[in-house]
């Protein structure tokens, strides 16, 4: 194996430098959402209007619903367009071309079609945006049929599985935290690809298993560094794709360590940690020593001052504690 | 409203009538067949709009692409879909169109660019944009046909699409099939215009109302819309003002529940079928030859479907994941 070469950038430049490959990879490729041409906008865009023109990297109408019905027929006649939903709380308004129509097509049209389409949606709470823009929305994803769902917490996998989610011939849902868009760390140089379908651990341990889901996956690396300190070595595991999820690499751990955190940044309440525990009890009900215990944001909307705020959105301190819960 | 003047030859007009003539013993088969318990799901028939279905694809070429709806048996046969896979389909076989997955709503036969009737009321008129967008991108002079009903015309997805197609100049006809009615509900309460072709104003697009039941006149508008999209000019709407003399669905009637007997005698009196006949002034042999015709091919799709298989159960995990 030749020496991979690492180096340190940001999570968005990650996703910035995906598209540019990809782009420049395959003309079948294209990018189209609201704002997406003028590189100032948003960093996971700079600089691909200017390099590959508007055609392919196309401002739309704040018209959600058209652009993306017109990005899975666009997929339907052979391109493979990428979507910039700027924010997931936009996206309810294209819940129909994307659940009824990409999800469904493929099969309900008996493999005549596929549908190579990737829906970036930049997600979650933190910067006091209030009840309509700092929504975590994969939940509901995972009850879509025909939909990957793509859930990256680091540089490295936002870049590596951005470019896998452009090469499948399904439709992805690509969801990027918007908290960790700033969020640095090693990815290595060239051509890298992250599969789709794996959990990944992200720091090794015997005492107990953090799962976390984007931000939270970071926030429970953090929570097992403070967890460290007073003595519980923790297992980090990031499943990366909730559809498919994978669940033996999950229980894997979880059979190691007999108890396990699910955090994740959408609310509790037929959430993502919900599958996953439900998952785990028919998989390794065996090893578990206790129940799982999940950390979400509470089954409020998430409000704009920064105390409230608080108070609903998950966090290292609040994994840190129901950790010690479930150990004690 | 536009009707047909006299400029088309007697041999493409004789075409048409086939069409709207296998399109008419397609549904009345499928009717009957759904009736004996022997079509699976739903079934909306199309029987007196058949002028739109083939004037509309008269104007097209081959390697173009129409979109369609729920009462979408019309479109699909007027581009050339095969009758025995789409009966098939039908009939819960698998050697259907869609492998008996999707159904009389999502007919669909991509090999003839048909692709899909899409159920959902307004969402087939974005992937027509979509559509669009592929062949612009790619330099080709293809254009792609959404059919929609009046219904749809007061759905977002319809003006979002026109507004994308207006924009970007995309290569798409917008064919608004107006038979008076959403289900039960008229146009005339639902929907702000008289003329729903006065749409296409706000997306500075041409617009023509058209006499439905005339598959002359709707030819001779789809053609100009047609070369217009193919010349790079972008979108245009047409109305084609028909009805359907059968119910929303098997549900309702066809008349005497919302529609007045004397207004669906009214409409009957304009079956396209007998106006395309007066035009070509045919004679019994005539009408004869072409009934026999289109019994030959409706018999043949009927014995394909007959005597198809039923899917085996592993076709229910299939298709997902390309």
């Known amino acids: 194996m030749p020496e991979v070469k690492m180096r340190t950038i940001s999570y968005s430049t990650a996703i910035n430098e995906a598209l540019h490959e990809e782009m420049a990879r395959d003309e079948k490729v294209f990018l189209m959402g609201e704002d997406v041409a003028l590189s100032a906008i948003s960093p996971a865009t700079a600089g691909l209007g200017d390099r590959f023109g508007h055609e392919r990297v196309r401002n739309t109408p704040i018209s959600e619903l058209g652009f993306t019905g017109a990005a899975v027929g666009a997929a339907m006649a052979g391109y493979r367009p990428v979507l910039d939903m700027r924010r997931i709380d936009f996206m309810m308004l294209a819940i129909d071309p994307i659940a009824n129509q990409a999800a469904k097509l493929r099969y309900m049209l008996g493999g005549q079609v596929s549908i190579p389409l990737v829906i970036r949606a930049p997600e979650g709470g933190g910067s006091q945006n209030g009840p309509t823009h700092s929504q975590c929305l994969e ?34 849902l690509f969801v990027e935290y918007r908290a960790l868009y700033s969020l640095e760390g090693p990815v290595p140089e060239g051509d890298h690809t992250e599969p789709i379908g794996k959990a990944a651990v992200k720091r090794e341990g015997s005492d107990i298993t953090l799962i976390g ?116 | 409203m536009a009707r047909s003047t006299s400029r088309l030859s007697r041999k493409r007009l004789g075409e048409m009538y086939r069409t709207m003539l296998r399109i008419r013993r397609f549904e009345e088969t499928a009717d ?38 729920h009462r979408g048996h019309g479109h699909s046969i007027a581009k050339g879909t095969r009758l025995p896979e789409m009966l098939a389909e039908l009939m819960g076989k698998v050697t259907g169109l869609c492998r008996s997955k999707g159904g009389s709503m999502h007919i669909a036969d991509v090999s003839k660019g ?78 702000s215009v008289d003329d729903i072709s006065v749409r296409s104003k706000g997306y500075d697009a041409p617009g023509l109302t058209v006499d439905g039941m005339d598959v002359a006149a709707v030819y001779e508008a789809s053609r100009e819309a047609v070369a217009h999209a193919r010349r790079g000019l972008g979108p245009s709407l047409i109305e084609g003002k028909t009805y359907r003399f059968f119910g929303h669905s098997r549900g309702d009637p066809h008349y005497g529940m919302y529609r007045t007997k004397e207004e669906w005698e009214g409409w ?54 390309a």
Not at chain 2, 125 to 134: E, R, Y
Not at chain 2, 290 to 318: M, Q
Request: net charge negative; glycine share 8%; proline share 5%.
């Open chain 1, 139 to 172: 939940a509901w994803f995972i009850q879509v049929p025909g939909l990957r769902v793509i859930v990256p917490s680091d540089p490295a996998d936002a870049k590596g599985l951005l470019k896998s989610a452009i090469r499948e011939d399904n439709p992805v």
């Open chain 2, 268 to 321: 009957k009196g304009r079956d396209p079928l007998i106006v395309c006949e007066k035009m070509l002034k045919m004679t019994a042999k005539q009408k004869k030859a072409h009934a026999d015709a289109v019994e030959a091919e409706i018999k043949e799709a009927i014995e394909f479907a007959e005597s198809s298989p039923e899917p085996e159960e592993s076709v229910a995990l299939e298709d997902i994941f």
């Open chain 1, 213 to 328: 889901i984007g931000s939270q996956a970071r926030s429970c690396l953090e929570a097992a560094e403070l967890l460290a300190g007073e003595g519980v070595d923790a297992e980090v595991v990031d499943p990366r794709t909730i559809n498919p999820l994978d669940v033996e690499g999950i229980a894997d751990s979880v059979r190691k360590t007999g108890r396990c955190i699910v955090a994740e940044e959408g609310h509790k309440s037929g959430g993502v940690g919900a599958e996953i525990a439900a998952s785990l009890q028919e998989a390794a009900f065996g090893a578990l020593k206790t129940p799982i215990n999940r950390v979400a944001a509470l089954d409020v909307p998430v409000p704009v001052h920064t105390k409230l705020e608080a108070i609903v959105l998950p966090s290292t301190e609040k994994i840190v504690a129901a950790a010690k819960k479930v150990l004690s």
């Open chain 2, 114 to 191: 048909h692709y899909g009737a899409h159920s959902i009321v307004g969402a087939n008129m974005p992937m027509a944009a979509g559509i669009g967008l592929a062949y612009q991108l790619e330099g080709k002079d293809q254009v792609a046909v959404v059919f929609f009903g009046d219904g749809a015309s007061n759905n977002g997805a319809f003006h979002e699409a026109m507004n994308l197609c207006a924009i970007w100049k995309l290569p798409v006809v917008f064919f608004c099939e107006n038979n008076q009615y959403a289900v039960s509900v008229p146009a005339e309460y639902s929907t």
């Open chain 2, 32 to 69: 009957d067949l759904y009736m004996v318990g022997k079509v699976v799901g739903g079934v909306h028939v199309s029987i007196g709009q058949e002028a739109c279905s083939a004037g509309v694809c008269a104007a097209l070429r081959e390697d173009d692409a129409v979109l369609t709806t």
